[in-house]
Structures are given as structure tokens and as C-alpha cells.
């Protein structure tokens, strides 16, 4: 059954760190590049950042480059996202799904819940 399950969103100061989790299942995790994505209301989900099959080569927006990493474990079936020094226009429902270019072939289009992050005072 194709699951994507997403952890570790909540309430943080700008300045603050959040790790989020997301664990995969219904496809061979580990043969897929995978992505997070979010959408901040009224937002169309954009993609945030990438890592490859292996994690051998990670890809960043601009906006959250040299603050967010992205790692994963294929032998947990998890992709994570370490986000430092937040701002409020982190502000966002955060997804994970294999990379964009391919979601219609392998996970047919599904998302999962969602994580929500808010940063504010």
C-alpha cells in the first residue's frame, strides 16, 4: 500500500531549527531520487529540495539554500529534512514525494498529509 508519512512540523521561532521525517512505503524507496515540497497558503507547492537514490547528490530552492539539508536512510525507508535558521516565510505545509519529474509514474500521484511548520513570534 503506498504510504508517505510526514513527521516533526510545528510551532518555531524565526531563528528556531525543525527536523522533518517522512517514511515511504508501497514502492522500492531506495531506487527512487526523493524530494520535500511545500505550499504556504494561498501558494502553489513548490519543491524545496532533492536528494538522489544513493544521497549522493542533494539539490536546493534558493530560498532555503545553505539553511536546509536534506538526507536519508534507505534502510528505513526515510527521507529527512533539517531546517535551521527559519524565517516566517518558511511558513508552510511540508510534503515528501519521489522527485516531481517522476510522480505521476511512481507513486501515481498521491501525497501524503502533509507536516506543518509555522514559524512565528
Known amino acids: 500500500q503506498l504510504q508517505l508519512v510526514e513527521s516533526g512540523g510545528g510551532l518555531v521561532q524565526p531563528g528556531g531549527s525543525l527536523r522533518l521525517s517522512c517514511v515511504a512505503s508501497?514502492?522500492?524507496?531506495?531506487?527512487?531520487?526523493m524530494s520535500w515540497y511545500r505550499q504556504a497558503p494561498g501558494k502553489e507547492r513548490e519543491l524545496v529540495a532533492t536528494?538522489?537514490?544513493?544521497?549522493?547528490?542533494?539539490n536546493y530552492a534558493d530560498s532555503v539554500k545553505d539553511r536546509f539539508t536534506i538526507s536519508r536512510d534507505n534502510g528505513k525507508n526515510t527521507v529527512y529534512l533539517q531546517m535551521n535558521r527559519l524565517k516566517s516565510e518558511d511558513t508552510a505545509v511540508y510534503y515528501c514525494?519521489?522527485?516531481?519529474?517522476?510522480?505521476?509514474?511512481?507513486?501515481?500521484?498521491?501525497w501524503g498529509q502533509g507536516t506543518r511548520v509555522t514559524v512565528s513570534t
Open positions: 508501497g514502492f522500492t524507496f531506495s531506487m527512487y531520487p
Open positions: 536528494i538522489t537514490s544513493v544521497g549522493g547528490r542533494t
Open positions: 514525494n519521489v522527485h516531481e519529474s517522476i510522480v505521476a509514474i511512481v507513486t501515481r500521484g498521491y
